[in-house]
């Protein structure tokens, strides 16, 4: 066989295997290792190793994506500096995300504007770099997800589909209380997890009044006794990053704070005339 005919054949294996990047890289890796003087071995290697490299970064991309993350946050873009009572060696513990291994979970508690979305969303990305099967949604999204395949007959296939995820993330619990049915479904999908496989709720307000959002006290009381039991309660008890950076930015523009103070003071000024006409009025009467 000619070397041409060679490759031909090895060209249409490689498409039969389903192996592209070898595929791709094929000639590059065959003059370098011509110029190098490479072993068979370390050509091989070479070629292999790119393909795995490029599975791997594949499977990523496609973890993330079926993750459904609301937008993209990294830990490299979490400002630490930001969130002062928060323990850098917790943050290490926590992204090396051996709490999924051990079907533990994280619950971020704060005020709106803290960072809690951005941790979680950090957190689970690590998940799906290390081939976690991860699932991101509100706590009223996924309620609503699971009221509306009950009434379409097919709740049992979703219960089974979330069972199925290392890691959950519920997001902004506390903000809508649910139904009666719906506070029962999620109870349903965050007992069926414990010590199976880890969640991370974050959430804006304190366990005491979880009752507010899930209507039933005993409901609560036995949620909580699940969810907390292998558990990092994390406190986000900082001032809300979203308004430090919205001052920072005033303060780094003048002009858009002389524009405000401006505005405040012209809506004082009429507010006060509007009082004078209006007690004049009263007068007159």
Known sequence: MSVYAGEMVLRENLKTLRLPTILREYDACTRAAKENNSSYIDF????????????????????????????????????????????????????????IGEAENVILIGKSGTGKTHFAIALAIEACRRNFKVRFSTACKLVTELLEAREEYRLKQLLERLKRYDLLVLDELGYVPFTKSGAELLFQILAERYERNATIITTNLPFPEWTDVFGDATLTAALLDRITHHCHIVEFNWASVRFQESSQKHIQNPEVVKKQSTKQIKEKEKEVENAKVKKGKETDN
């Open 44 to 99: 091989l290697s070479a070629l292999t190793t790119l393909e795995v490299q490029e599975r791997a970064t594949k499977r990523i991309r496609r973890r993330i994506s079926e993750a459904q993350f609301p937008s993209l946050k990294t830990i490299d873009t979490f400002d630490i500096n930001k969130a002062p009572t928060l323990s850098s060696h917790l943050v290490r513990e926590l992204v090396e995300c051996q709490f």
